[in-house]
C-alpha cells in the first residue's frame, strides 16, 4: 500500500496547490494562533474553495489546540474541511463518543516520552470507528505521533524515536508519522517505521508558513516511492 503524506501549515493558495499536484493526500490547516503557520477561518475557506475544484482534492484538516468540540466543528464546516487533528490535551471523547460533533471525522495528535506511554494514549484515543478495519481501507489516519518537546505543539523539526514508533506501527493500524521530517530523511523513516503516513510542515519550508515548492514535490515523491 503506498503510503499516505499530509503537507502541515498551509497558508497560501500556491502552496496548497503545489501540494495537491505533487500528490498529497493531506493538507492541513492550522487553527492555532500562538502558531507561526496560524491561519484564519476566511482565508482557510477561501483556499478550500478553489482545492475543490481540483480533481484530486486532498482531505483537508484542520489542527486544533484545546479548542471546545463546537468550535472545531463549526470550523470544519464553515471551511469545508474534512477533518479535524486535535494537537492540544483533548479528552478522549471528543473522538471516541457517537455523540461528538468530530466523532467520525477527527484523530488525535500524541507526543509521548515512552513506548508504555504511547501504547496508554493510543487505547484511549484511538477512533472506535476504526476498529478491525483493514489497513488499505481506512478512511483517515487513526493517531499521529509526534516528537515530544515540553512547550511546542508540533512544527520543531527534531526528529522522535524512530524505534519506538516503528513497534506502535506494529500493533496500531493507521499510524501518522511527524516530527523532523525532510525530503532527505523521509525514505529511512518510512522504511524504519512502516507507517500508514508521513506528516511534515518546517521540512519542507523556506520559512514558516511559506514553502520550498521543490522540497514539497521531493518530500511526497520519496515517501510515496519508498512504500510502492
Known amino acids: 500500500m503506498s503510503i499516505k503524506v499530509k503537507i502541515c501549515g498551509m497558508t497560501n493558495l500556491e502552496d496548497a496547490l503545489v501540494a495537491t499536484e505533487a500528490g498529497a493526500d493531506y493538507l492541513g490547516f492550522i487553527f492555532y494562533p500562538p502558531s507561526k503557520r496560524a491561519i484564519d477561518t476566511r482565508t482557510a475557506q477561501c483556499i478550500a474553495f478553489h482545492l475543490r475544484a481540483e480533481p484530486n482534492c486532498p482531505l483537508l484538516v484542520g ?12 470550523i470544519l464546516d464553515a471551511c469545508h474541511l474534512d477533518l479535524a487533528q486535535l494537537s492540544g490535551e483533548e ?11 468530530l466523532y467520525g471525522r477527527t484523530f488525535k495528535a500524541l507526543r ?3 513506548l508504555a506511554e504511547a501504547e496508554a494514549e493510543a487505547e484511549w484515543y484511538f477512533p ?11 478512511p483517515h489516519p487513526s493517531l499521529l505521533i509526534d516528537t515530544y518537546h515540553p512547550t511546542l505543539r508540533g512544527g ?9 514508533i516503528a513497534q506502535l506501527a506494529r500493533q496500531i493500524p493507521g499510524l501518522m508519522l511527524a516530527g523532523g521530517l525532510t525530503a532527505d530523511n523521509v525514505a529511512t523513516a518510512v522504511r524504519q517505521v512502516r507507517p500508514y503516513a508521513v506528516d511534515v510542515a518546517s521540512g519542507v519550508e523556506v520559512s514558516p508558513g511559506k514553502k520550498d515548492h521543490d522540497l514539497v514535490r521531493a518530500f511526497v515523491a520519496r515517501a510515496k516511492h519508498e512504500s510502492a
Open 63 to 74: 489542527v486544533f489546540v484545546n479548542e471546545t468540540a463546537a468550535t472545531m466543528a463549526g
Open 112 to 114: 509521548p516520552t515512552s
Open 91 to 101: 479528552v478522549p471523547s471528543l473522538i471516541g463518543d457517537p455523540q461528538s460533533p
Open 156 to 164: 520543531t523539526g527534531e526528529t522522535g524515536d524512530w524505534s519506538l
Open 128 to 138: 472506535p470507528q476504526l476498529t478491525n478495519q483493514p489497513t488499505n481501507r481506512l
